[in-house]
């Protein structure tokens, strides 16, 4: 299921821990699938039980505690919006708002044609920079008026 490419990654997760210790590069391999497959099915989380040699039942609690990792499928491009009181003080329900009336769903929702899946989201830890969302996990966005959240609507949908 997963390519040798993101095995090779997790082989390099792995070698950070004493052997007894595999188990420490659980959540790293599971970004790792993640970025790959776009979300963690069931198949491949035993998958990287088995590779790392734990227990799927760790694994998967491990999915299904942290809210980075997605357990269905979702959009091309998830985007959370930092809901927590500071950014929705300092315009984060406003954003929110803007990206389900742009794209014509709630919260927990994905496009019908795929391509965006909505979020809430907790602290970013960049309170000072409200809004705040993340896309794909990997990007943030900071300051985001409607003119900011237009643009990048445009640009994800291209």
């Known amino acids: ?36 497959l776009g979300w963690l099915s069931p198949e491949t989380m035993q998958e990287i039980a088995d590779y790392i040699g734990m227990p799927a039942i760790a694994v998967q609690e491990v999915a299904t505690f942290y809210n ?5 499928p979702v959009g091309k491009h998830k985007i959370t919006v930092c809901t927590n009181l500071p950014c929705a003080l ?4 406003r954003a929110g708002q803007r990206i389900k009336d742009a794209l014509g ?7 019908e044609d795929g391509k965006f899946t909505l979020l809430e989201g907790e602290c970013m830890g960049a309170c000072g920079d409200a809004p705040v969302m993340l896309v794909n996990n990997h990007r943030m966005c900071s300051f985001m008026s409607d003119e900011k959240i237009d643009a990048l609507l445009e640009e994800l949908n291209k």
């Open 1 to 36: 299921m997963l390519s040798q490419e993101t095995y090779k990654k997790i082989d390099r997760e792995l070698a950070k821990y004493p052997a007894d210790q595999r188990q420490s590069a659980v959540m790293a391999s599971l970004a790792h699938a993640q970025v790959e």
């Open 68 to 72: 980075m990792y997605n357990i269905k």
């Open 90 to 93: 300092s315009g984060g329900e």
């Open 105 to 111: 769903i709630g919260y927990r929702d994905t496009t």
